[in-house]
């Protein structure tokens, strides 16, 4: 069963699979990002690259003792609540151009490399984001409007 949740109710603690209030089962998850501009964005000790206005899905997996309670602190980067950068993809969720607008997570579904590569990760502007503990290209991926990519998102994970 795939879970589209809404960022303001994973902050209010009333979204479907208890991400907000700490409740969350373990998974794979793709938060979905609008970035308003063409953006130059410093990405750790990945550099820095050019970030296209448009759409990104950036395809995570939470199978620690908080599940999927990992999406709410992405969700408070986003919103800039939180400030500490520790993954790749609080470079790209905590940009001032850049606005989380929504999260697909797949309880109790092992596939993040395998979504990554279904989305194209090549279209990610900078190889081997999200992916430092794997061999994909990438787990972060681009497209020009956020309708076609969340329809790939949903259709990927719901065949999962």
Known sequence: MVSLLDP???????D???VGAGDAPPG????????????????????????PAGAYAYVGSAFG???LGRVARHRRVAAGDHGVRHW???YLGGHPNT????????PRTDAECDVAAALNAKTSPLAGFGASDCD???HL???EGDESLRSAVLGYLEGK
């Open 16 to 18: 479907s699979l208890g």
């Open 136 to 138: 994909c290209e990438a």
């Open 8 to 14: 303001g109710a994973i902050a209010a603690g009333t």
């Open 65 to 67: 003792s908080n599940g």
């Open 141 to 143: 991926a681009y497209r």
């Open 99 to 106: 606005s989380l607008l929504a999260v697909a997570a797949a």
């Open 88 to 90: 790749h993809v609080d």
């Open 28 to 51: 794979t998850y793709v938060l979905l990002f609008g970035l308003s501009a063409e953006s130059e964005i410093a990405v750790g000790a990945l550099g820095t690259a050019t970030f």
